[in-house]
């Protein structure tokens, strides 16, 4: 069974750093793609990035382009997330996903983390 534990949420001002870290256990990391999703409260769950299941390609939404980064150590089983130049409108609870395929949308994922917390103040 996969299971996919997030980690590096907090609180951090505006401008701000923050690293997140999603390990996952159970089968092949090497065989999924991975993304890293948000919920802010009241809205619905959104995309932020995704990462092919060997790194070669990425996906992001055009509200994190430049801020934001997904990387991924198959070797450690685990993706990251590095956000930078955090706003307060990047307050959400984070959750990672795995999949077989590399998408934007919440149903090619097929495994999901319980999520962390991220809140930016202003």
């Known amino acids: 069974q996969v299971q996919l534990v997030e980690s590096g949420g907090g609180l951090v001002q505006a401008g701000g750093s923050l690293r997140l870290s999603c390990v996952f256990s159970?089968?092949?990391?090497?065989?999924?793609?991975m993304g890293w999703f948000r919920q802010a409260p009241g809205k619905e769950r959104e995309f932020v990035e995704g990462?092919?299941?060997?790194?070669?390609?990425?996906y992001y939404a055009d509200s994190v382009k430049g801020r934001f980064t997904i990387s991924r150590d198959n070797a450690k089983s685990t993706v990251y997330l590095q956000m930078d130049s955090l706003k307060p409108e990047d307050t959400a609870v984070y959750y990672c996903?795995?999949?077989?395929?590399?998408?934007?949308?919440?149903?090619?994922?097929?495994?999901w983390g319980q999520g962390t917390q991220v809140t930016v103040s202003s």
């Open positions: 996903a795995a999949g077989g395929r590399l998408g934007f949308g919440k149903h090619e994922y097929d495994y």
């Open positions: 159970g089968r092949t990391f090497s065989s999924y793609a």
């Open positions: 990462i092919s299941w060997n790194g070669d390609r990425t």
